[in-house]
């Protein structure tokens, strides 16, 4: 699953676009013991996890917890931007070959 989220911290710094990789998505479902595929669907604090580890990736100073990064954060905004994840994919297709 890969989203592209807008994340404006609303400090005055211009937003910027970060794409999840498999990095954000597992921290995500160990901090939150959640699964990407559990059906709960996907709510803003997801998405500001993934922003905090994101943010994390790309050598921001970030707090400990997501929660403190929002806590620091209060008025940030947090658009999903595209879901880039192929929806009619099936997984991996057994073949004829040897």
């Known amino acids: 699953m890969k989203v592209k989220l807008k994340i404006d911290l609303g400090n005055g710094n211009p937003a910027r676009e970060m794409t999840t990789n498999m990095l954000a998505i597992c921290d995500w479902e160990k901090i939150e013991n959640r699964r990407a595929a559990d059906g709960k669907g996907i709510g803003f604090s997801d998405m500001v996890c993934w922003a905090w580890t994101l943010c ?14 929002l806590e ?24 004829d070959a040897p």
Do not use: Y
């Open 56 to 69: 994390r990736l790309a050598g921001d100073t970030v707090p400990k917890t997501w929660r403190e990064w």
């Open 72 to 95: 620091q954060h209060p008025n940030m905004t947090i658009e999903n931007v595209q879901e880039l994840t192929d929806e009619s994919f099936t997984g991996a297709a057994l073949t």
